[in-house]
């Protein structure tokens, strides 16, 4: 067997770094489809997988490339799967009985632009509002955003963390230019990664109650196979995991399961702020655009205005209270996303028309220029 | 439906989540008797209880994984064999069971039906063919018969329907059978097989819905088990090119194919290990 953990130093793809990152976080389960910019994904588990006693399979579909996931999560196995745009719509149902059954599991979206078929091997960060809406009814997702190919790696290794300790399916939303981007990254040895796992039931069998909640809103999972012959569904449910249907029964399930991510929102989201103390515009931005962002902060300042990033490596939940602050004090706010205008919305929504707001985007296709933002940053101030 | 409606103490009361009886199945509805040739089968194994899990789409077949009293995952409508793959893969120690409806299976799940026969996964799906959508109030399925009349297809059928046998053999499924649920005996050994055997079994199960296809048809429940019980023609080893499921005409029944090849995971462990 080859080692989970190539520790060393190592030129790879944002594709390959993220799989080498799953494997790192314990991933021994992946079900894919393949579709560019998210193939090398797939490819690179399927020769990886078997060298450490996973299993890979290629699906008919990322409809069942998603459910499969699910099941192998419900087996026990840490599981993934990878796709972009026409796939991540394909997965939506399957996300929500995630959510509802509450299955620790990492999607991977390398975002190309769309709508529908798009530009295929072209970079997007066009389906954020999908990756918070996109399954029917009331939830909450995590979901990450990388910006290179050393940061997806870590990032993968999050977002198992964060599914497993919250019970849910977590997201990567990367894009095609850093999904095919070759750079350096330093993967640590095995003994510097820290890895969580699922809580899990202890006591009585025959007293086990699937879904009732431990200290931090999230209950202990039982796999299959264990005897505690568990009753998952995507239905509403109770304790037990036995469906109810009524309105008391849903406000209860659902308070539950979005409060769960509601209530540590601090544990799980993560920024960055680059240059933030004394800015008077504040950039707000993720993924690969913070790359032309944080450029475009350091060209403002070289041209004496004070300008700042809040880097969103949590794009959801959505850091509001930080949104809110900042827009108390700076002068005007700056989106910075390659769509035209997602999480824009949600900085918006956070300013409550305290700062000004405006988008520096497009839809998709190539990068965003620090000039563009530049711009953008002088019309704010000037 | 069958007995494990009766408040005495049902011999598979250790196998029904008896917490959860009544049921959801109308009177006459054929899917009881299914689910408890199912459980008997599966406790005439002998296999640990533990060891075995039951996997569900979305339907009034599919409600069968909520009954019973093993770790047991009602997915969504149609995608009970991909989540039953993901599960068998990451626990081959399991025994996994795919209980479903027609529509479930055929319909929007028809795909994964497919290739998990051509992959030869070690699963057994037990279809409940009730002719149509029963959950849903009976619409048409892809096993309605030709000019049966539905709820979507009020001036009759326009369409043909698989023959399921014959689709599960072409697909690559190694152990195929078919019966009625008045077959029990005939059933609960072939289920018993599937069980007991490695590799992607398939049986198929004919149930009436007297509430959704039976009132559209004028069949009541008890008319429905008279075709079975006068049309079925038992002809076990029967090639699956040659059976029929014809109201009229005639129903073959029996254990049609068996024979072994590899599963994916022994085929996968082959080629991944060198
Ligand atoms: C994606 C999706 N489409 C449609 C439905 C509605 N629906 C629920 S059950 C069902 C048909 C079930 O038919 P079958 O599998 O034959 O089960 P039966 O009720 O006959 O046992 C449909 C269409 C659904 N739940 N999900
Ligand atoms: S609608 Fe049909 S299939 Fe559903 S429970 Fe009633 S009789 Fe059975
Ligand atoms: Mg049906």
Redesign the pocket.
Known sequence: MEPAVLTGEHFLNGDVACAEGALAAGCRFFAGYPITPATEIAEHMSKRLPQVGGVFIQMEDEISAMAAILGASCAGAKSMTATSGPGFSLMMENIGLGITMETPCVLVNVQRAGPSTGLPTLGAQGDMMQARWGSHGHYEIIALAPASPQEIFYQTITAFNLSETYRLPVLIMADEIVGHLSERVIIPDSSKIKLRSRPRPKGRKDRFLPYRPGANGVAPMAHAGEGYMVHFTGLTHDEKGYPVMTAEAQAEMVDRITGKIRKNLDRIIQVERYRLEDAEVALISYGISTRSSLAAVDEAREQGIKAGLLRLLTVWPFPEDMVRELAKRVKGLITVELNLGQIHLEVQRCAEGRAPVVLVGHAGGSVITPEEIVEKIKEQVG | MNGSTSSQKHPLDGLLRTDRIPH???P????GTVFSSSLIAIRSTGAEPMKTAVVSGI???GRGAGYVNLDSYHTTHGRAIPFATGMKLANPELSVVVFS?DGDLFAIGGNHFIHAARRNMDLTVIC?N?L?Y??T??QAAATTPYLAKTSTTPLGNPEAPFNLPLLAYACGATYIARWTMLHTRDLTQSITEALTRTGFSFIEVL????????RKNKLKASDLLKVYQEKAIVKNGANPAETILDLEQGITLGKFVEYDRPTFAQNYKAVTSD
């Open positions: 959801i199945w109308c006459g509805c054929g899917i339907g009034c077949t409806g409940v009730n149509n029963g959950m109030g009976g149930a009436p819905c007297p509430t959704g296809y039976g």
